[in-house]
């Protein structure tokens, strides 16, 4: 992860969040008053934003202490601790929020990613991720689905050209796609190509693509198309799979699977921050 441009999305969330100042603390305790809350989990997952804990206090507070419990990847069950923070109250309090969002949603994601690459367990397929992220965080979720045991697919728009049903459409065929791009792109640059039907399956083999694929085909059709691929081009499903059908994409023998669900669809892991009085438990667990 790019801890620069982590530094620079953290500034921006905190700035949209605290504004001129935070009311509630500023009102109520001084910057000299000190205290420590902990993060624990109220759901179980795996735990991802470790970084996040660690950079996002510090810079709030160069003085904030934190001890993480817990690494990025690890499973996380009900009542685990995963992280004690202390320091000055109003800095605690200032940066609790947005860090705790951030940590949710990357901790879903990669519990999401690792549920998907178990379903897949004794199949060759790869599970990888998509662009269907929120805008300013896909360096993010992309992290956490690599936290959770599957793979990146692109980044953006510039580092793979990836052509799907409009871009055909507007050149005329695959052929002439793929040709076009061919000649105008350097050869570190992979080229994918969306199909729909055996023709233009074949198609893309005969332009010679990089990787295949299949859009919205069933298990049953990628497993009998497959054999007309050679090994040389990468094969990949998508659209349409989702954690009840994704075992059966898996045994069809492509190599990659694209699941947006991973990023699009997240329900935040439940994870909160809680002051912790010395002795005490938090909601009955140590």
């Known amino acids: 992860m790019n801890k620069i441009k982590l530094q620079t999305m953290l500034k921006q969330f905190f700035n949209e969040d605290i504004g001129d100042g935070d009311l509630s603390s500023e009102l109520l305790f001084t910057s000299s008053d000190k205290g420590s809350f902990t993060f624990y989990a109220k759901e179980a997952g795996i735990f991802c934003g470790a970084e996040i804990i660690q950079t996002g206090f510090k810079i709030l507070d160069s ?12 499973k996380i069950e009900i009542g685990d601790e995963i992280a004690v923070i202390e320091g000055s109250l109003q800095s605690l309090l200032a940066g609790e929020r947005v860090i705790l969002n951030l940590v949710q949603r990357m901790s879903s994601i990669a519990t999401n990613a690792y549920k998907a690459v178990e379903l897949t367990k004794g199949t060759n397929a790869k599970i990888c991720d998509t662009r269907k992220t929120i805008p300013g965080l896909r360096m993010l979720d992309k992290y956490a689905v690599r936290t959770g045991g599957a793979y990146n697919h692109r ?16 050149a005329g065929s695959i052929s002439r796609a793929v040709s076009d791009a061919k000649s105008k792109i350097g050869h570190t640059v992979k080229i994918e190509v969306e199909i729909e039907s055996k023709e233009q399956l074949i198609e893309a083999i005969e332009a010679k693509a990089d990787i295949i694929m299949f859009d919205n085909r069933s298990p049953e059709e990628i497993r009998n198309w497959l054999p007309f691929v050679p090994s040389s081009i990468i094969t990949e499903a998508s659209g349409g799979i989702t954690f009840d059908n994704l075992k ?7 190599e990659f699977i694209s699941l947006g669900a991973l990023t699009h669809s997240v329900k935040a892991l439940d994870i909160s921050a809680l002051v912790q009085l010395k002795g005490e438990k938090i909601n009955g667990y140590h």
Not at 248 to 254: E, L, N, P, Q
Request: glycine share 8%; hydrophobic share 35%; charged share 30%.
């Open 63 to 74: 003085s904030i202490e934190v001890t993480l419990l817990k690494r990025d990847g690890e």
């Open 155 to 170: 980044s953006g728009l510039y580092d793979c050209i990836m052509l799907k049903d409009n871009h055909i459409s507007f």
């Open 248 to 254: 059966d994409y898996a045994k069809s023998g492509v």
